[in-house]
């Protein structure tokens, strides 16, 4: 079909593959970290958003991102709505229906991040009431801002390369505020299978290849750029988280390696087409350093983000996508050919650019903290949040699933 690029279509329909792969990846990942008694409860997150937010995308979710905007920039109209006129026809050099499943895996595992704030004690039915609504009232929006035809962020020149603003911010903002409102866990313990939490790790590694590099749309330099700044980035801070845990605890832990190798992953997410490789380097130290950080004070601040979804995401989101604004060179992002083509950050003399990753970062967080708080408050009222003391002492997969992860005989 003229126009479709047998390469690019290649290469995304690869890149859908590994996205998707991450939303189990989460599973282990966050599965791991939780008790024993909780490890199924924690993957149904991941596995339940997977058929859930997909059915929300393709009938009305895709549409809201990435209709033709309403006129506001706020949100996009219902032309694509049960994937009206979404069929093989080019989207760029990749078939339009390809381009929806690409953006789909994103939908999916947005949600699904929130999860590690509130594991351990919410009640299934209000957690497929909440993404359901989320994802329609958060995710969508933010998405079109960014990412959307005349989306007001993205006619601001507000740079999200893969996600960091539209993925990482909003949910990890959304599962701090979730963490306040559904209060402490009655019975924290440490996690019980660490093997599970680096196997997670790896998986989320190995597919966020897809998620950054696939964002490029096409089989192209770009997309080599941000494969190699996303492998830095993942590397560099998961060797600083690991140092700075040798540092202040005197030992280094495998749950630290993972967690810094997963914000630095998050940290490059927004930057990755268009900064270079040592600039990558000290996007993942930050990551290591600013997120682990940020992870200590949840203690000092009374909340508990149990699996540190603020921690990692929110905090890395904003870092990576503030970072974007101080980082960006035309040297990579931008075209020989064409001085004018590309974009620099603040280091290149382009203050303003670093003003509109700031405005982006302050609008995307303040939105989504406050149509969480509602969100919550209504199902709270409704449904209620919080399963049972009970139930909770229990553990939760017997409780809300009927099933336990280990038999003992």
């Known amino acids: 079909m003229e126009g479709i690029n047998g390469a690019d279509t290649g290469w995304m329909m690869v890149s859908v593959a590994l996205v ?3 939303t189990p990846g989460l599973a282990l990942f966050y599965g791991g970290m939780v008790r024993s008694k909780n490890v ?3 993957c149904m997150h991941s596995f339940f958003a997977m058929g859930l937010m997909t059915l929300q995308w393709i009938f009305i ?11 506001s920039g706020f949100i996009g109209g219902l ?3 049960f994937l009206n006129g979404v069929g093989l026809e080019p989207n760029g050099s990749i078939p339009h229906l390809l381009f929806m499943a690409f953006q789909m895996m994103f939908a999916i595992i947005t949600p699904a991040l929130i999860s590690g704030a509130f594991a351990e004690r919410l009640k299934f039915s209000a957690y497929a009431v909440f993404i359901l609504l989320w994802g329609t009232l958060v995710y969508d929006p933010i998405c079109h801002w960014v990412w959307g035809p005349g989306g007001w962020l993205a006619a601001r020149g507000a740079l ?7 993925v990482h911010l909003s949910s990890g903002v959304s599962a701090l505020v979730f963490a306040i409102v559904i209060g402490k866990r009655k019975r924290p ?22 998620f950054n590099a696939g964002s490029a749309l096409a089989s192209n330099a770009n997309a080599a750029l941000a494969l190699v700044n996303t492998h830095i980035a993942a590397a ?4 600083t988280w690991a140092l700075a845990e040798w540092f202040t605890q005197k030992k280094p832990t495998a749950l630290g390696v993972a967690s810094g190798l997963v914000a630095g992953l998050v940290v490059i997410t927004p930057a990755a087409g268009f900064v270079g490789p040592m600039a990558s380097v000290a996007l993942g130290a930050a990551a290591g350093l600013v997120c682990y950080g940020a992870v200590l004070l949840k203690d000092r601040a009374g909340y508990d983000d149990s699996l540190d979804a603020f921690g990692i995401h929110g905090v890395g989101g904003a870092l990576g996508a503030i970072l974007t604004g101080v980082f960006a060179s035309k040297v990579w992002n931008g075209d020989p050919k064409d001085p004018s083509a590309g974009t620099d950050g603040l280091l290149a003399g382009n203050s303003s650019q670093f003003v509109e990753q700031l405005i982006g970062v302050g609008a995307a967080a303040v939105y989504a903290a406050v149509v969480t708080f509602v969100l ?18 229990d553990g939760l997969d017997g409780r809300l699933h009927g099933e336990e992860a280990y038999h003992y005989e």
């Not at 549409?63 to 006129?71: H, V």
């Not at 939490?197 to 790896?202: E, F, I, M, Q, S």
């Not at 919550?376 to 002492?393: H, M, T």
Request: overall charge negative.
């Open 20 to 22: 998707m792969l991450m």
């Open 40 to 42: 199924l409860s924690t």
């Open 61 to 71: 979710g895709y549409s809201l991102a990435f209709g033709e905007d309403t006129g």
């Open 79 to 81: 032309d694509f709505a």
């Open 160 to 166: 999200d390369f893969a996600g960091g603003t539209v």
């Open 189 to 210: 313990r440490p996690p019980h299978n660490l093997p599970l939490v680096l196997l997670g790790a790896a998986l989320l590694w190995f597919g966020w290849f897809g």
């Open 236 to 239: 560099t801070a998961g060797f």
């Open 376 to 393: 919550l408050k209504i199902i709270d009222a409704v449904i209620g949040l919080r399963v049972e003391e009970e139930a909770e002492r």
